[in-house]
């Protein structure tokens, strides 16, 4: 099994910037790709980026140019730094975490995108 546990999101104005954080334990052998994903009300889970164990990226193209995803092996952590935030980016942002065997789902950080 492997646990995560994200940190970092809150209320933030519009243009802004937030760092989001998933840190990873447990069975941590054989991490492959680590991403985010999120969830406005409803709407379906989308992705927004993610990141190989390799460094490869991928963004949705609603935030390319504005978030970067990156990740600490040696910590097991995985960021998304967000930055000119929109209303529209006010979504739950879920960290996933494949391995060679499954996927894990974090239980959701609350970005919330207002004046």
């Known amino acids: 099994q492997v646990q995560l546990v994200e940190s970092g999101g809150g209320l933030v104005q519009p243009g802004g910037s937030l760092r989001l954080s998933c840190a990873a334990s447990?069975?941590?052998?054989?991490?492959?790709?680590r991403g985010w994903y999120r969830q406005a009300p409803g709407k379906p889970r989308e992705l927004v980026a993610s990141?190989?164990?390799?460094?490869?990226?991928n963004y949705g193209d609603s935030v390319k140019g504005r978030f970067t995803i990156s990740r600490d092996n040696a910590k097991n952590t995985v960021f998304l730094q967000m930055s000119s935030l929109k209303p529209e980016d006010m979504a739950v942002y879920y960290c996933?975490?494949?391995?060679?065997?499954?996927?894990?789902w974090g239980q959701g950080t609350q970005v919330t995108v207002s004046s």
């Open positions: 990141i190989t164990s390799g460094g490869r990226t």
């Open positions: 996933k975490t494949s391995t060679y065997w499954r996927d894990y």
């Open positions: 447990g069975n941590i052998f054989g991490i492959t790709t």
